[in-house]
DNA sequence: AACCAGGACGTGA
DNA sequence: TCACGTCATGGT
């Protein structure tokens, strides 16, 4: 086993199951070990169970860019009073009230960036008829990023993508596994390559990388008290 | 008051 | 390719 495998087993045995994606509409009502925890369902991999779920996924990842989940959960709550997750209801929503939608999301922030973002990502999953898009083909997406691409396709999809974030970046290098710069792919592909772990693993990894993430490395100087992961430092 | 938040895009070198 | 400015509200 390596670093990688390593970090992952003491972050989990540390902060346990983190229960990612979490959904406003969970009901809660699913088996679970560890209950549910505001919208989170740690140890319920069985998600998303619907296209309404699965819908719900894919603008939450647009509407976290940037931004606290605290923040995109308010905006989703806003947006669940005027439609259902659904694409064709959001596009006519879009259509219809603009104001509103965009007064509806304005917590999460780039209201009249993300607004044209939701839209772009609703054609584009009406177009898939029900299919799982490529990566290519989401990142052709205006308004989906590596990171956002990764998101939907791990946690919406279920796939064996990676998710990597500025925590990811800001952990790893303070511990001398990467490097400052190295591109978003590359830390991607170092993380495929290195960690043996299934697709509930990787949603965890990168769910727990960001727990760890917002207790050390959210304050400058960052990882200074990281104890957890201390040993592992180059 | 300054900085950060589960980034992405457009621009110019 | 890459560094930099922009987008914006909310919390600490």
């Not at 998303?48 to 995109?72: H, M």
């Not at 219809?96 to 839209?119: D, H, M, S, T, W």
């Not at 008829?129 to 989401?138: F, L």
């Amino acid at each position: 086993m390596d670093d990688y495998d390593l970090i992952y087993k003491k972050l989990l045995k540390n902060y346990s199951n983190q229960g990612w994606w979490p959904s406003i509409g969970f009901d809660g009502k699913n088996p679970t070990k560890t209950g549910v925890i505001k919208g989170y369902h740690p140890g319920f991999y069985e998600f998303p169970r619907n296209t309404t779920e699965l819908f719900e996924i894919i603008i939450g990842a647009i509407l976290t860019q940037n931004t606290s989940w605290t923040s995109v959960e308010k905006s989703l709550i806003n947006l669940r009073e005027y439609i259902n997750f659904d694409a064709q209801e959001l596009l006519d929503f879009s259509k219809n009230n603009e104001n509103k939608f965009k007064e509806a999301i304005k917590p999460a922030g780039y209201y009249n960036q993300k607004f044209n973002y939701l839209i772009n990502i609703s054609e584009f999953y009406l177009s898939l008829n029900g299919n799982t898009p490529s990566r290519e083909e989401i990142l052709n997406v205006k308004g989906v990023g590596n990171e956002t691409a990764d998101s939907i396709l791990l946690y919406g999809y279920g796939e064996k993508q990676f998710v990597i974030d500025a925590y990811t970046k800001r952990i790893f290098s303070y511990l001398g596994l990467i490097k400052e710069k190295d591109s978003y792919l590359k830390i991607k592909n170092l993380f495929e390559e290195n960690f043996n772990g299934d697709v509930k693993d990787f949603q965890e990894y990168h769910a727990l990388i960001v727990e760890h993430g917002k207790r050390h490395y959210s304050k400058k100087p960052y990882g200074v008290n990281d104890k957890l992961l201390n040993n592992f430092k180059k």
